[in-house]
Structures are given as C-alpha cells and as structure tokens.
C-alpha cells in the first residue's frame, strides 16, 4: 500500500513540475541533452533507501468570510490546531489554495461567492508545514489579476510551491 501512495504522490509531483529526477540523481548521470538516456552504473556501494515518506494532502481551503474572522480573533495557527502534528511529521504538506492571498483587486462582478485572504495566511500554511498549493480553481482569480499575482508572490516568498 505505501509502495503505491509514493508512487502516485511522485507522478502527482512530477506532472505538477515540482520535482524533476534529474535534480536528485548524480552528476556522472545527468544527461546532456534533453533527451538523452543515461545508464545507471552498477556499484557495490551501499544504497541509501528511503523507508518513509509521509504526505498529507488536504482539500480545499479558504481562510475568508467566517474562516478569516476566527483567523482574525483567534489567530491564524488556531485555523490548523488538531493537524499541526500530522503536517510537522509529513514530508510532503499539499492542499487546494480556494481563495487569493492579497489585500487587493476588486471581486468578480458575476461571482456570487468571492474570496480573498489575508497575506498572513500564507505564512501560517509555511509554520504548518505546507510544502505546495494547488492554485488550479474557480477562485484563483476571484479579485482579478493584481490578487492572483499577490498570491503567487506571498507563496514564493513563503518558501511554498504551487502549480495550476
């Protein structure tokens, strides 16, 4: 089972861009050119082995309206109290990103339902462990472009990836 929860988290990852095998094997291995196959070689050195990794995945999170009030009140960390320690222990902390992260823009005209969150967000997700965001939703662009590059600048400068 866990063979096959890593495996679908490493194509998750590959196919969002996080990662790139290349960025992790060793020099004498990487290619030259882009599509070139290079050929492990074979030693008898000990091979570290991964045994564990842990991956938390959330679903859609959105930290305006009643969520950013009780933010607001009660401070950003409460928002995770009851998973802290699930996310400090996992390798891997990804969740779906429904709201922009910014004070600007204007809401969307036709949108019944628009959400923006504070800047402050982005650095709680960082302190609990979140590693990427999936921004690929109906709200990324809730508060039109000038939020949605916010949102991208708070997650880089929180150290946290993101694709969509």
Do not use: C
């Not at 995945?57 to 950003?76: C, I, Q, R, T």
């Not at 472009?145 to 600048?153: I, R």
């Amino acid at each position: 089972m866990k063979k096959w929860v890593f495996m679908i988290a490493i194509t998750l990852l590959l196919s969002f861009g996080f990662i790139e095998i290349n960025d992790y094997a060793p020099e004498e291995m990487q290619p030259t050119e882009k599509n070139e196959v290079v050929n492990m070689p074979i030693t008898e050195e000990p091979v570290e082995i991964l045994e564990k990794i842990t991956i938390s995945l959330v679903g859609d999170m959105m930290f305006d309206g009643s969520v950013g009030w009780v933010a607001n009140s009660k401070g950003e960390d409460y928002l995770f109290e009851g998973y802290t320690e699930y996310f400090k222990e996992s390798d891997i902390v990804f969740g779906n990103l429904e709201t922009a992260i910014s004070h600007r823009g204007k809401p969307m005209e036709d949108k019944e339902y628009t959400f923006r969150s504070s800047p402050r967000i982005a650095a709680a997700l960082k302190r609990h462990n979140f590693t990427a965001v999936s921004i690929a939703n109906n709200h990324v662009l809730d508060y039109g472009y000038e939020a949605f590059d916010d949102t991208l600048k708070n997650l880089r400068d929180n150290g946290i990836l993101y694709a969509g």
